[in-house]
């Protein structure tokens, strides 16, 4: 399955608390469609968010986020996982 990372430049009001239970509606929400949110990073201070996903293409991961929490990534990129 592809695998994507995406990112979020700026969540306003970003706390730790936050951005766990929008992972956790992710993993929820993402059941339906084939979608794992595999993890996440994340900089309070900034609000930048970065999340690792797999996916069977980038619009099936963004339709999670939006149904999920309606915080769109403002990048999808494809990726490869290095060893």
């Known amino acids: 399955m592809p695998l994507f990372m995406d990112v979020h430049y700026k969540v306003d009001g970003l706390t730790a608390e936050a ?37 069977p293409d980038a619009e099936t991961a963004a339709r999670v986020h939006r149904e999920a929490h309606g915080l769109e990534a403002d990048e999808l990129t494809p990726v490869q996982e290095g060893t």
């Not at 239970?21 to 994340?42: I, N, P, T």
């Open 19 to 55: 951005v766990a239970g929008a992972h956790k509606r992710d993993l929820e929400v993402g059941r339906q469609y084939g979608v794992d949110y595999r993890s996440y990073w994340f900089d309070e201070g900034s609000g930048k968010v970065f999340c690792l996903v797999d996916a």
